[in-house]
């Protein structure tokens, strides 16, 4: 499918981190989306219903990311991927990348970041 909807620097509010530190502290992190669907109905109609909201999409992602904690980034983004799926039949791939802040000064300053790819199961 040629298809893509783009949605960049999703922030998020989660408890994402393998130490205690930032399990307890929680931090923003920023999520961006690539969504794959058949935009073809919603091009010749102007119709919001023939696509999908990209408010909608924002508040899943952010939902997820607040609903528990998380130790890796990864499980992270699997679990917005399955929940997109859930909730907007219309997709029909997701890849996703998120971008976590890292500043424990004694290991590294900047940023981790994980980037899948997941396709619906028909």
Request: charged content about 30%.
């Amino acid at each position: 499918m040629s298809d893509q909807i783009h949605l960049k620097n999703i922030e998020c509010y989660c408890k994402l981190g393998v130490y205690d530190e930032e399990r307890e502290r929680g931090q923003c992190v920023h999520i961006d989306l690539e969504l794959d669907l058949d935009l073809s109905a919603a091009g010749t109609s102007d119709d919001v219903r023939d696509t999908i909201n990209y408010v909608d999409i924002s508040h899943t992602v952010q939902e997820v990311t607040m609903a528990k904690p998380y130790n890796l980034i990864e499980h992270l983004c699997t679990e917005i991927c399955a929940e997109l799926f859930r909730r907007f039949t219309k997709v029909q791939a997701v890849t996703i990348q998120t971008h976590k802040p890292v500043i424990n000064a004694k290991w590294f300053v900047g940023e981790a970041s994980v980037r899948l790819r997941r396709t619906r199961n028909l």
